[in-house]
């Protein structure tokens, strides 16, 4: 996760955040966070990767999930299957 555009992170100059989650508990593994920004505080992971799993259980696959946070509403830009070379780690 990375606030602003996705310019930095698909241009390869950014690193997002990293979170994972367990798929049944919801308790956050392990995280990489970059800073103490104030537009994060606040988030709610948990209800965040509930959505995302709900979203999952729709299309019956894991996906690669493109979402972005206005205010308190989440909005799913683009979702597509899991391809070759990412890692789903079975909760």
Known sequence: ???GGN???TGGTVRPERVVV?????DILDEERRSDHPHRQGVDIAWMAQQFLSLEARFGKPL???WALAGRELY???ARPIVAGHQVTPG
């Open 1 to 3: 996760m990375t606030a």
């Open 7 to 9: 310019q930095g992170i």
């Open 22 to 26: 367990d798929r049944h508990t919801g």
């Open 64 to 66: 690669d999930i493109e």
């Open 76 to 78: 799913i830009l683009q």
